[in-house]
């Protein structure tokens, strides 16, 4: 995906970033404070290649910001992108919620749950005697 660079990270970005165990490690290092990216890159049984290209997938997204001090280059973690992401989820559960409130309600209403359980279980029956 080609973006703008003034276009803010959307909650893809975001997402694609975090699917990953290596970024997700990446942005623990950088919860404790900035770090050098040769620094961060330490740790992992792969190339400083391999390394900066998930910290550009996790710029892409907003989540790492990058500053240059002489010839280092110098990385922090910006939390506002899984703030957005926690919230989305949150409203997620919020409606799910709601409906699944609404459709448990709707089937403990009186005399509704005994007349569906007796017709599931005869097309179930049903199903079974002709092979399927």
């Known amino acids: 995906m080609i973006r703008v660079a003034a276009e803010p990270p959307s909650l ?17 290092r950088l919860s404790r ?12 049984d792969i190339s400083l290649n391999s ?3 998930h910290i550009v997938m996790l710029e892409r997204a907003g989540l790492v910001r990058r500053r240059r001090v002489g010839c280092e280059h110098i990385l922090s973690l910006d939390p506002a992108p899984v703030e957005r992401a926690a919230q989305w989820i949150d409203a997620q559960r919020q409606v799910w919620a709601a409906r699944l409130e609404a459709l448990d309600d709707v089937l403990r209403e009186p005399g509704r ?12 029956t ?7």
């Open 113 to 124: 749950g005994s007349k569906g359980e007796r017709g599931s279980r005869q097309r179930l």
């Open 12 to 28: 893809d970005d975001t997402l694609i970033a975090l699917a990953d165990p290596t970024r997700r490690e990446i942005l623990r």
């Open 33 to 44: 404070g900035e770090a050098r990216v040769t620094d961060v890159a330490l740790p992992f």
């Open 126 to 132: 049903a199903r079974k005697a002709r092979g399927r």
């Open 51 to 53: 390394v900066s290209k």
